[in-house]
């Protein structure tokens, strides 16, 4: 078991940066950022193995966004920059314990067992 804390989340203007955080009571594996706009279904961003060597993004966020972990402190980051208004949504992190140490790609929302409660962001036009 696993609880998960996202932090970071705001208002920031077209072409601007957020870093988003997401704390983790426990060890944990892959971890992925994932996003859900309203009316539209959640979608994948980024996501970071356990050694935080291998990630993986979406088309849409690829050269903007930085996803990144420290271990020590069981957090994940992802960092957005060049923020557009159709990246407004609220992100949610999610981990998997179940592939430790996996070479996997892990970018679909079912291979995720946990949740955080999701943090707001908003990019205005």
């Known amino acids: 078991q696993v609880q998960l804390a996202e932090s970071g989340g705001g208002l920031v203007q077209t072409g601007g940066s957020l870093r988003l955080s997401c704390a983790a009571s426990g060890r944990t594996f892959t971890m992925g950022w994932f996003r859900q706009a309203p009316g539209k279904e959640r979608e994948f961003v980024a996501t970071?193995?356990?050694?935080?060597?291998?990630?993986y993004y979406a088309d849409s966020v690829k050269g903007r966004f930085t996803i990144s972990r420290d271990n020590a402190k069981s957090t994940v980051y992802l960092q957005m920059n060049s923020l557009k208004p159709e990246d407004t949504a609220v992100y949610y992190c999610?981990?998997?314990?179940?592939?430790?140490?996996?070479?996997?790609?892990?970018?679909?929302?079912?291979?995720?067992?946990?949740w955080g409660q999701g943090t707001q962001v908003t990019v205005s036009s």
């Open positions: 970071i193995n356990w050694s935080g060597v291998k990630t």
């Open positions: 999610a981990a998997d314990l179940t592939r430790p140490f996996t070479s996997a790609t892990l970018t679909s929302a079912g291979e995720y067992g946990y």
